[in-house]
């Protein structure tokens, strides 16, 4: 191994220094280097660090250079034959490297090129590509996936490479998830006569009937919400004759994992992997792998069996262009994060107003090529539609059009973007009938890192008096809630209303595609939100127990934002919900550092009286601020609702890790931190009381410079544990 694939694999393989940007820093200095000149596993690991890092347009660029190594011959512009041996082509690219691409596009949308982001500076270059986007625009999503698979395509008849049934897997999804129901067929048929599947309940091959059954479910949500239900239930019907027939994987042994938590043993690489073996030499790793492999199967046969019982409102498909014009909102991903400059000033009206149009030429370029908008367009009634006909499916919408589309579907006067980028609910949460059933009004809740939306979905039910919102960073994630939303039925019964024919949607819930911290500051006027909700957020690193703040979604700066989009007045909430003790006390550091700035108060034990006190988590900074850490059911008492039917869990990770997969996740208990906004009763009190500790705290530092940082750390700690030893008692 060279030294600059050891730099790549150490670097940019490893998350936490990937999300820093670390190891994207250092591999770009070897750019230089020939492309035939590289192992193919180095180019690779850096494609792997750009889809991570939402670079769609380097990532886009790398895989065609890739691709066409070795395809000319240096002497002359025509092919020829080339020998076939480790030393030449050896940075050509593989299936691996197109899977990881694949993989890319699913988490991200179709969206103009961020590296528009280097000419959006001045207004007048910025209102030129917003009149006109140039050539060759767009990237993410199912737009860099056609163009990848037809590069690779190119490369067979030349290397003799095959697709494995993962790249089928994605593409065929990325395909359904933009309604291109023809073309997914196609592919299926293809895969089908590649891997000889006439027989799949004797297949050997468990991942690639895995694969098959993935795409089976996709086309049957695909044709379900074009209104289609003869051919959703066809793939319906196969998808779950297969489930039935082959033989679900096991675990060995799930006594193993919970013996390895007892005493302490390697967390990280391969002797992690190797310890807790049993007497069959089956370790961590191959449990792990067998209880995520069946928990994928149940998890596809529950929305497959969903699919099969839901009644679709063909007047829900007739107008799916109009709900998704306001119940999906996608404004980041690949190729979009590039915009953040332009979107953090809002002093002038003039950048305010290129704000607005950027979000929506970003939004709409998003749904009308990754989000299906394009297709279900068409359904509309003529007299309700303008000709799309000039456009082609690798060219971005202009600012004109979109404008257009959206005074079509929505009407005049309804603007879902304000004038300074943020989203208007009131107007996302009505009239897209001729008469709401929502209440604009009503108190609003927002749910980030929502994933596929199980969660959200349960609530929204249960509560349906008051708004929801799910924000996600993944694309085929908020597909996936959409779906939901659209073909959601309440009670599995048809709709029979003539005046509510949306009553077989959730018409009190809206998905949206953003990463959580720039939602919160960008898209949400502040003190708006009545809770925000986070459940079962991932953790930066699963063994780490330092303070510092590191790469995960609620470091200080995403709570404070999160605070200041809360009603005032000790109505707002934020209410964490995690499985991880480790992770749940890292939270509870961080947020008891910002409870003054953030002006936020700990939920007192009296007021979740159904939930047990198990901890206290403070921080030695900030004198005096402490959370309490609970263990208990998520119950109303924090704003959780029960699902109808349980289903062993309320969300896709919550029954996932109710299986034992995840190492510091517990399998039964659940670990909540929640804080309110600071009510005016005691607004006062806190400031005066913190006012005069930190003044207090300011002098006494500049009188005892000589004491070394550590004493006055232990003694800080010492004081403040007598402090809370007090409040407790008391």
């Known amino acids: ?291 995520f492999r069946s928990h994928r199967i149940s998890e596809l046969k529950l929305e497959a069996t969903s699919l099969s019982q839901y009644s679709t409102s063909h007047e829900n498909s007739k107008i799916y262009a109009k709900i998704m014009a306001t119940r999906l909102l996608y404004f980041s991903g690949g190729g979009t994060t590039g915009l953040n400059a332009v979107m953090s000033d809002r002093t002038s009206s003039d950048h305010m107003n290129t704000n607005a149009q950027t979000s929506i030429l970003q939004w709409y370029n998003s749904l009308w090529h990754s989000f299906g908008l394009k297709v279900a367009y068409g359904l509309l009634d003529q007299k309700q539609r303008i000709d799309p006909t000039d456009i082609s499916s690798n060219t971005a919408l202009t600012l004109g059009f979109c404008n257009q589309l959206q005074t079509h579907l929505l009407g005049k006067g309804h603007p879902v973007v304000t004038s300074n980028g943020c989203i208007d609910f009131k107007a996302v949460f009505s009239a897209i009938y001729e008469k709401s059933i929502v209440d604009t009004e009503a108190p609003m809740h927002v749910e980030l890192g929502s994933g596929s939306g199980d969660w959200a979905v349960i609530q929204a039910e249960s509560n349906p008096k008051e708004n929801y919102v799910t924000v996600e960073l993944r694309a085929d994630r908020v597909a996936q809630t959409m779906s939901k939303i659209v073909l959601h039925n309440r009670s599995h019964k048809k709709s029979t209303s003539k005046t509510n024919e949306n009553a077989s949607m959730l018409t009190n819930l809206c998905c949206v595609g953003s990463e959580c911290r720039s939602f919160l500051q960008e898209r949400i006027e502040a003190g708006t939100i009545r809770t925000i909700f986070v459940n079962h957020p991932e953790p930066p690193t699963q063994t780490s127990t330092s303070d510092n703040e590191q790469a995960h979604m609620l470091n200080a700066d995403t709570i404070i934002a999160a605070a200041n989009c809360l009603e005032p007045g000790g109505i707002g909430r934020i209410v964490i919900v995690t499985d991880n003790m480790i992770y749940a006390k890292l939270v509870g550091r961080t947020m008891a550092k910002v409870l003054h700035r953030a002006k936020l108060s700990g939920i007192k034990p009296n007021e979740v009286s159904d939930l047990s006190k198990v901890e206290i988590a403070s921080d030695p900074s900030t004198y005096g601020a402490f959370v309490h850490i609970y263990e208990g059911k998520p119950s109303a008492s924090i704003g959780h609702y029960a699902a109808k039917s349980n289903g062993g869990g309320s969300s896709y990770f919550d029954r996932l890790w109710r299986t034992g997969v995840g190492k510091h996740a517990d399998m039964k208990k659940r670990y909540i931190i929640a804080a309110r906004t600071i009510g005016q009763e005691y607004e006062q009190d806190v400031n005066d009381k913190f006012g005069r500790t930190q003044l207090f705290n300011n002098d006494r530092e500049s009188k005892s410079k000589k004491r070394s940082a550590e004493k006055q750390k232990r003694r800080n700690e010492r004081r403040l544990q007598k402090k809370l030893h007090r409040q407790i008692q008391s």
């Open 1 to 291: 191994m060279n030294e600059a694939e050891s730099v790549v694999n150490a670097m940019i393989g490893n998350k936490s220094t990937q999300e820093r940007g670390d190891g994207l820093y250092i591999w770009e200095q070897y750019e230089h280097i020939p492309y035939k000149r590289m192992p193919i596993q180095a180019w690779t690991a850096l494609l792997k660090g750009y889809v991570h890092a939402g670079m769609m347009s380097k990532a886009d660029s790398l895989f065609s250079a890739l691709c066409s190594i070795g395809s000319r011959d240096e002497n002359g512009p025509s092919m020829k034959k080339r020998k076939r041996n480790e030393t030449q082509n050896q940075g050509r690219a593989n299936v691996r490297t197109l899977n990881t691409l694949l993989r890319g596009c699913l988490w991200s949308a179709t969206s103009i090129n961020n590296d528009l982001s280097s000419i959006i500076g001045t207004e007048k270059k910025t209102k030129q590509v917003l009149k006109r986007p140039p050539r060759n625009e767009l990237v993410g999503g199912v737009v860099t996936a056609e163009r990848a698979w037809e590069q690779f395509s190119a490369m067979n008849h030349l290397d003799n490479i095959t697709f494995d049934s993962s790249s089928y897997e994605y593409f065929i999804t990325l395909l359904c998830q933009s309604l291109q129901c023809e073309k997914a067929e196609h592919h299926l048929q293809k895969m089908k006569d590649q891997f000889n599947l006439s027989n799949v309940t004797t297949y050997s091959d468990p991942s690639v009937v895995e694969s098959l059954i993935v795409c089976l479910v996709a086309l049957a949500r695909a044709y379900a919400l074009l209104g289609q239900d003869d051919v959703s239930q066809k793939y319906t019907k196969e998808a779950l004759h297969i489930i039935q027939h082959i033989e679900l994987p096991t675990s060995p042994s799930n006594v193993i994992v919970a013996e390895s938590k007892k005493s302490k043993v390697a967390t990280g690489g391969k002797q992690a992997w190797k310890s807790g073996m049993n007497a069959d030499g089956i370790g961590r790793r191959e449990q792990s792998n067998t209880l």
